[in-house]
């Protein structure tokens, strides 16, 4: 039987494999591939809790669903800027992107 803590670990081990690909990573599109696991990973949560603490109730799945579309959303215009900037610099690599700093 699988319980809450199983989804909890999977949701934690996904959000650590996450932000250690946002903190090592230098290319941009494996930084934005670490926000999505992050993000997916809280989404689990979300669905967990939802389905076993009150499973009538779908607003845990309601929130998922808002996750994802913000996701989709962040996915297009980070790619979009670093389409952009790929052009401009002929590099996608973070630390050689500084356009944006003061």
Not at 16 to 37: D, P, Q, Y
Not at 68 to 94: H, K, M, N
Request: hydrophobic share 65%; aromatic share 8%; proline share 1%.
């Amino acid at each position: 039987m699988i319980s809450l803590t199983h989804y909890l670990v999977l949701a934690a081990v996904l959000f650590s494999i996450g932000l250690f690909g946002v903190i090592t990573k230098r290319n941009a599109i494996a930084i934005l591939m670490g926000i999505e696991l992050m993000l997916n990973a809280v989404n689990i949560n979300l669905v967990a809790f939802s389905r076993f603490i009150e499973p009538s109730d779908v607003v845990g799945q309601v929130f998922a669903v808002f996750i994802i579309v913000v996701a989709a959303a962040e996915v297009a215009v980070g790619l979009a800027i670093i389409i952009a900037l790929a052009r401009a610099r002929q590099t996608i690599d973070a630390e050689e992107l500084h356009l944006l700093k003061w």
